[in-house]
């Protein structure tokens, strides 16, 4: 198959619970897929799904300029989390500075990364329960809580004020493969297969900040479905 230069894409965050899925999806739709670990055995891992794997760490931000500039994507696509295997409040106690990081210094290194190599898309991934108190249903216009969430509106802001075509997808709380739940909690539900594909259809669709959750009153999702033809219900067909 020859690949177009339009459709190179560089994955960080792909070997996470929605990146395997959306390396998937975008190989069978045709595109390159570049993607990145900290680990050599997860590389491996990552050929067998047929992505070109390199192993970097989103903090060395040299070798991560190099990493992405030899890629040569036309999109980049933030996919990253630092969040425990398993969900324990101890867990998420300790986890949750790592992951505040992860949204501002990786974001920012992350985006120098692909504006320095010519890269004409970036897309993020956000969360969908980050709103301000207020009467729901909350749209993409609703304020965020700027005390608990600053990194969340950090990496929001790098994305979609830097010159580069921003989408940021504000995802529910996720359930299904190799999530910490394989039932879908009580509220703004996602299924992981449904998120992977909202974010295949931002490659090539859509501007700014889209809700990604199921059909439900606390936030609404009527702008993705409008804009990325996106359908909460998809489901990766069984092989």
Same mark, same amino acid.
């Given at each position: +198959? ?38 050599? !055995? ?17 903090? $060395? ?7 992405? $500039?030899?890629? *040569? ?10 969040? &425990?295997?398993?969900?324990? #409040? ?29 890269? *004409? ?9 980050? @709103? ?10 609703? #304020?965020? $809580? ?9 990496? !929001? *802001? ?10 940021? %997808?504000? @995802?529910?709380? %996720? @359930? ?7 039932? #879908? ?17 931002? +490659? ?5 900040? @889209?809700?990604?959750?199921?059909? !439900? ?14 359908? &909460? !219900?998809?489901? +990766? #067909?069984?092989?």
């Amino acid at each position: +198959m020859v690949i177009s230069s339009e459709r190179r894409v560089f994955v960080a965050g792909s070997t996470g619970a929605i990146g395997q899925v959306l390396c998937r999806l975008l190989i069978e739709d045709g595109w390159l897929v570049v993607g990145t670990t900290r680990s050599k !055995e997860k590389a491996e891992h990552l050929r067998t799904l047929g992505v070109d794997p390199v192993v970097v760490d989103v903090y $060395d931000r040299e070798a991560l300029m190099s990493a992405v $500039d030899a890629a *040569k994507p036309n999109v980049v696509v933030h996919q990253l989390t630092d969040l &425990p295997k398993d969900f324990t #409040p101890e867990a998420m106690t300790v986890a949750r500075p790592r992951n505040a990081r992860i949204r501002e210094v990786g974001t920012d290194n992350l985006v120098a990364a692909a504006v320095a190599a010519g890269a *004409k898309r970036f897309v993020a991934q956000s969360i969908a329960f980050a @709103y301000a108190s207020g009467q729901p249903p909350f749209s993409e216009e609703s #304020p965020l $809580d700027a005390s608990t969430y600053s990194s969340v509106i950090h990496l !929001e *802001k790098r994305v979609l004020e830097s010159d580069l075509e921003g989408v940021v %997808l504000r @995802y529910g709380k %996720l @359930y299904g493969p190799n999530t910490w739940t394989l039932d #879908p909690p009580e509220e703004i539900p996602l299924h992981v297969e449904a998120a992977a594909d909202a974010a295949r259809r931002a +490659m090539t669709l859509g501007l700014g900040v @889209y809700n990604l959750v199921e059909d !439900e009153t606390t936030v609404t999702n009527s702008k993705a479905k409008r804009e990325l033809e996106w359908k &909460p !219900e998809f489901r +990766m #067909p069984v092989s």
